[in-house]
């Protein structure tokens, strides 16, 4: 590497620190699925070879995320926000299969992708490259520019209907919004709308009826859901992580984990095998493996060379701090159940490029901060 | 380059934000696993780890030579939740009912019939074929709530024979979990409630045992983990012979089927004959080689929890069946008694073996008139005599004798010596026998204590009332008076004993007055190895005292009765010579009702095997009905060829 160039600027404990955290997703996901598919005859590693082989995949798109400049990706936001636009469109026609009640996957083969994981990515792209097009802070037009490409994406994630990752959008666009410098009046009215908008969504029956219940079924856990255990899972959740304690039940040794108590536990509840096998210890170590790489992603921001980079910076902490709140959040209960993946550790391979490109545009800002 | 310095502070905004969330994350982990973590650790071993009762199978009921009377099976039964049937009640077991070849409305009538306990599901049918049980597994979804389950249900190869002394099990009542009996027990326990399988529960029962599983969220069992496992109930073996005791009920039933073809001169027409009883006992050691009371119920009615009806219908049946006669009833056991006052005026000296009374056809106290059986009389009649021809007025004679002394010892202010009723006590009547069978009747030995003590319970009754009978009791019902002495002497009044008492007492007198407990439990044997774990001892319930020679005396006129007496009609044809019976006959008055037929009895004379003692209610008289039982019963005791039990020609007292 030569003088001078950018991979000299490289941040490696923000590439660590995400491989590390994949690679005790990896492990979460054995523990969660070996005896699952013993008890079928079937390869017990099989479900974390696929992970992995995300992980390779993501590793590359990371390295492809930092080979450009990300400047130049300003110029092209109106081209990620349409391609954005059509696969979120195109995921509602049959080209699109359903899983869990939401229309949100393309099958193409042997792989499933979910448009909607790289949607956040590219929204941050989009709401950076316009909230972040001058050094002064965005006025009226902007965020009215943004929020409507934004309100775009989010019309179609609504659509289809996945009322987790369009919390996600609005935790996007709200830490871009903060800081891009908007006046705190805006931040204020959009919490607002935010707030009616939830209420009017449950009121207007938009949301579809498990999505109501889970809400439900956290403001009452007393109540009859019905058989459909929304309750159930979230203390089965309880259960297993309580259960493990200061120092964990041993790695592979979860009883709630290998009797498949935790229902949807290698995607959504994957905290709980952590919490589980690895205890209080394992749980904290995650914890701090996550702040360590959203404190680098906010340094990152403070030191962008420009606004574009730093909101960028802004959107990644943004998205990873708030889905990872909000997923563990609901393993432990504190947060209602949504299906929102805990970003490099839950199993499915779109979350996780797409995480991992987001990682990749992360580097991309510090490596040429002083460009 | 570096952003606008404007930005510096919403990042910082945003920083804290996100420190705060994991702050709050951390916060909460430290809550469940640090603070929490044991309770949380409560539950998953809950999730993990479930506890099935592991029913122990009862012990088995065996009798002397070892043949099962009572065992078990398992069957396999459909049970019935209603509870889970819902608004789908109709449907499921209208589906049912055409699945199991019967209707809706008989299975309505079981779920409605059944008294167990509400938590499990109810038996439909049992021994059902696997096919439907098959089919009832692979459409479950479309019979919620039905379920095959595996019965262990008690089995009786034997048919009902002894139903009364085996008894039968059921779900332990609210009433017994409060007993102490039944203490440790648990709600839904089945327990014997009547015969040996309640007096042996504690043996029989075995130990449920515990298996520990560990299931999956799927409720699939994963693997056992160890538990306790059930300790199997022990068996119990009976002194009771099966082949004698079918043999005495064929015999009873014969006995009662001859009775009702007699003719009652005094009621007209025949005798109503309703029931019967007979009490076969080893006087050596107080075993019972048949206990048998008729009718009975059939116990194979009660396997698996009695219905309702079935229940009623037994409890409201005019032949009692429930009610084991030999033990738990009490009667007067007129002449049958005779051998006990001729004791007790031995011992009193109103009688020697030789002395004799003019035995007219009746006998006259004051005012007061008493009937021999037989208007002729008997001339002059001594004990052996007395015995032989049961003469009423040889007894009278006796006790108004003893009445005599009685009043002799109160008018000088002391205690009436009370003979007859001592003499009766150390035979061990007027108390409950130690049998090993539960609601042992204790009889009544009435004496004058016990007459005041009567009076005084019922003078309210007896002075509210205003016939001539009432009023006289009402002021002097208290008072023994000399023709209560006649009534105990020749076993009326007052007097009641069980089967058994007289069983007991007649063992006694044919073993030197050294009476055993009787008891039916033999053994009770470790069920893997047959080994004996408790032996039921022989133990003296008491020993009669009577002075030398009186035993003798009485034996001699008892052997007489079935050689030429008033058994001898029905003993015509015994080889009395190979195996000498000593009895008597008894025929008991409880009027209205037509007489009671009596006959106690031991044989061989000389070395005593068996007493046999036999009643038919209402039958008419001992030598007619009663002995003719007996005769049958020695003779398949003997081994000799049984001949049909035919009503007797006897028609003495």
């Excluded at chain 1, 798109?61 to 990706?73: E, G, H, I, Q």
């Excluded at chain 1, 592979?252 to 498949?260: A, K, P, S």
């Excluded at chain 1, 990644?316 to 949504?338: C, D, H, K, S």
């Excluded at chain 2, 309505?108 to 049980?133: C, M, N």
């Amino acid at each position: 590497m030569r003088e001078g160039s950018p991979w000299r600027h490289l941040d490696p404990t923000v590439v660590l620190a995400a491989l590390a955290l994949a690679t005790l997703g990896l492990l979460a996901i054995y523990s969660s699925t070996f005896a699952g598919l013993r008890a079928q005859g079937l390869p017990e590693a099989s479900v974390m070879r696929r992970q992995l082989l995300s992980l390779g995949l993501g590793l590359v798109v990371m390295v492809a995320a930092m080979v450009v400049d990300y400047r130049r990706l300003q110029a092209w936001a109106g081209v990620v926000l349409g391609a954005v636009v059509v696969a979120l469109g195109l995921v509602l026609t049959p080209l699109g299969s359903a899983t869990n009640g939401a229309q949100s996957w393309f099958e193409l083969g042997p792989w499933q992708v979910q448009p909607s994981e790289y949607a956040k990515v590219g929204a941050i792209v989009t709401l950076a490259a316009v909230l972040g097009a001058r050094r002064e802070a965005p006025g009226p037009r902007r965020l009215a520019a943004g929020l409507a490409a934004i309100a775009l994406v989010c019309a179609e994630i609504l659509l289809q209907p996945d009322f987790g990752t369009f919390l996600v959008f609005v935790a996007i666009l709200f830490g871009v919004l903060l800081v891009s410098g908007v006046q705190l009046r805006w931040l204020l009215v959009l919490a607002l709308v935010g707030v009616l908008g939830t209420v009017g969504m449950f009121k207007l029956n938009v949301l579809r009826e498990y999505q109501k219940e889970r809400l439900t079924a956290f403001i009452d856990p007393g109540a009859d859901d019905g058989g459909r255990g929304f309750t159930y899972n979230s203390r089965q959740a309880l259960i297993a992580i309580g259960s493990g304690g200061v120092g964990g039940k041993g790695y592979l040794r979860g009883t709630q984990t290998n009797l498949q108590y935790v229902p949807e536990q290698k995607t959504d509840f994957i905290f709980t095998v952590i919490g589980e096998e690895l205890g209080f210890a394992g749980a904290m170590a995650l914890l701090a493996l996550l702040g360590l790489l959203l404190w680098r992603g906010l340094r990152i921001a403070a030191v962008a060379r420009d606004p574009f980079g730093a909101l960028l910076a802004a959107g990644v902490v943004a998205m990873l701090a708030f889905q990872a709140f909000v997923n563990i959040g609901m393993t432990v209960g504190i947060m209602p159940i949504t299906g929102i993946p805990l970003p490099f550790v839950s199993y499915g391979g779109s979350s996780l490029v797409a995480t991992f490109l987001a990682v990749g545009l992360l580097e991309n800002v510090h490596m040429r901060r002083h460009l | 380059m570096h952003p606008p310095s404007a930005l510096r502070p919403r990042l910082l905004a945003l920083s804290v934000l996100v420190a705060l969330l994991l702050v709050a994350l951390s916060s909460r982990l430290w809550y469940l696993q640090v603070l929490a973590g044991e309770r949380y650790g409560d539950l998953a071993e809950g999730n993990r780890v479930r506890q099935v009762v592991v029913e122990a199978p009862r012990g088995r009921i065996l009798d002397a030579s070892g043949r099962v009377v009572v065992g078990n099976r398992a069957a396999w039964a459909v049970t019935v939740k209603p509870s889970l049937l819902g608004d789908r009640r109709r449907e499921v077991l209208g589906r049912l009912a055409r699945l199991l070849g019967t209707t809706r409305a008989r299975l309505e009538a079981r779920i409605a019939d059944y008294t167990g306990s509400p938590l499990r599901g109810i038996p439909v049918a049992e021994d059902v074929p696997t096919g439907q049980l098959f089919h009832l597994t692979e459409h479950a979804d479309r019979f919620p709530g039905v379920a095959p389950e595996v019965l262990a249900l008690r089995e009786y190869p034997a048919g009902p024979a002894a139903a009364h002394v085996l008894g039968y099990v059921g779900e332990i009542s609210p009433e017994e979990l409060k007993d102490r009996r039944f203490r440790g027990y648990a709600p839904g326990d089945i327990v014997g409630k009547a015969g040996v399988e309640l007096t042996y529960d504690k043996w029989l029962r075995g130990r449920d045992g515990v298996q520990d599983l560990e299931v999956n969220a799927a409720g699939e069992v994963v693997r056992a983990l160890g538990g306790r496992p059930p300790a199997p109930g022990r068996d119990l073996q009976l002194t009771l012979d099966l082949n004698l005791q079918v043999s005495v009920e064929r015999a009873l039933a014969d006995g009662m089927r001859a009775a009702r073809r007699l003719p009652d001169r005094e009621r007209g027409g025949t005798y109503p004959a309703p029931a019967a009883t007979a009490v076969v006992l080893d006087p050596g050691d107080g075993a019972l080689l048949a206990l048998a009371s008729l009718p009975q119920y059939d116990p194979r009615r009660f396997v698996g929890g009695i219905s309702r009806r079935d229940f009623a219908r037994y409890a409201d049946h005019p032949g009692k069946p429930l009610l084991h006669r030999a033990v738990q009833s009490a009667y007067p056991p007129g002449s049958t008694w005779k051998p006990f006052s001729a004791l007790a005026g031995l011992e009193a000296g109103v009688i020697t073996p030789a002395s004799t009374y003019h035995c007219p056809g009746s006998f006259t106290v004051g005012s007061y008139t008493k009937r021999d059986w037989t208007p002729r009389g008997h001339g002059a009649v001594g004990l052996t005599d007395s015995l032989r021809l049961s003469c009423d007025v040889y007894y009278y004679n006796l006790g108004a004798q003893l009445g005599v002394a009685e009043q002799a010892q109160e008018a000088r202010g002391g205690k009436a010596a009370e003979q007859l009723q001592a003499t009766a006590r150390r035979f061990g009547f007027g108390q409950r026998p130690a049998i090993d069978l539960p609601y042992g009747a204790e009889g009544t030995v009435p004496t004058r204590e016990w007459r005041r003590r009567f009076w005084e319970q019922s003078r309210k009754t007896y002075c509210a009332g205003s016939s001539d009978l009432y009023r006289e009791l009402c002021r002097g019902g208290w008072r023994w008076q000399g023709g209560d002495n006649l009534n105990l002497a020749i076993g009326q009044g007052d007097l009641q004993v069980s089967p058994l008492q007289l069983a007991v007492g007649y063992g006694a007198l044919a073993n030197g007055g050294t009476s055993y407990r009787p008891h039916v439990g033999r053994a009770v044997l470790d069920p893997a190895s047959g080994r004996v774990v408790r032996g039921v001892a022989p133990r003296v319930a008491g020993v009669a005292e009577v002075p030398a020679g009186a035993l003798a005396a009485v034996g001699q006129g008892l052997a007489s009765v079935p050689a030429a007496g008033t058994a001898a009609p029905a003993f015509a044809g015994f080889p009395l010579h190979r195996f000498p019976v000593a009895g008597k006959t008894g025929t008991a008055d409880l009027p209205p009702q037509a007489p009671f037929a009596w006959f106690a009895s031991y044989a061989p004379v000389g070395d005593p095997k068996f007493v046999v003692v036999v009643m038919v209610e209402q039958g008419g008289h001992g030598g007619e009905s009663a002995a003719p039982v007996a005769r049958a019963i020695y003779q398949k005791l003997f081994g000799l060829p049984v001949t049909p039990v035919a009503g007797g020609a006897d028609r003495s007292g």
